[in-house]
């Protein structure tokens, strides 16, 4: 991030390291081809990228997808042609529908109804971007 008042840049090297392979994580083609059928069958199940990352760390110990098979849970599912919904269109929907209810209850709170409005304009536009990219 850039400093508040000069004109500097921001720390050089100020990234994260790479993330490594852990010692214990022991991992075979076959092992692999595991993870990534336990992946596809997770999303047959309704559970969106970010759960499917949760589980595989809480349940089968693996706790980076992408260090452990080279690829991300999206490029996977992308691969057996499943199709997930984004998941900031998904948080979006959400945070409208909570605005909405509070809306209902509470007629003259103007801030929420300009929340409200503007959650809905990304809506639209995160639709339109999404349809022109074929992702919707």
């Known amino acids: 991030m850039a400093t508040l008042y000069g004109k500097g840049r921001g720390k050089a090297r100020s990234h994260a390291p790479k993330p490594e392979k852990p010692y214990w994580l022991k991992l075979t083609s076959k092992k692999i081809k595991e993870i990534e059928e336990t992946v596809v069958k997770l999303a047959n199940k309704d559970?969106?990228?970010?759960?499917?990352?949760?589980?595989?760390?809480?349940?089968?110990?693996?706790?980076?997808?992408?260090?452990?098979v080279n690829k991300t849970i999206n490029q996977i599912l992308k691969e057996q042609d499943i199709k997930t919904e984004p998941q900031e269109l998904v948080a979006l929907e959400k945070?409208?529908?909570a605005l909405k209810?509070?809306?209902?209850?509470?007629?003259?709170?103007?801030t929420a109804k300009r929340g409200l409005q503007l959650t809905e304009a990304k809506i639209r536009?995160?639709?339109?971007?999404?349809?022109?990219?074929k992702k919707l």
Do not use: C, Q, T
């Not at 559970?47 to 452990?68: E, T």
């Not at 536009?125 to 022109?132: E, F, T, V, W």
């Open 95 to 97: 945070r409208a529908k």
């Open 101 to 110: 209810k509070h809306f209902e209850k509470n007629k003259k709170d103007m």
């Open 125 to 133: 536009r995160l639709k339109k971007y999404y349809k022109k990219k």
């Open 47 to 68: 559970m969106n990228s970010a759960k499917i990352g949760l589980v595989l760390r809480d349940s089968y110990g693996i706790p980076n997808i992408k260090i452990a």
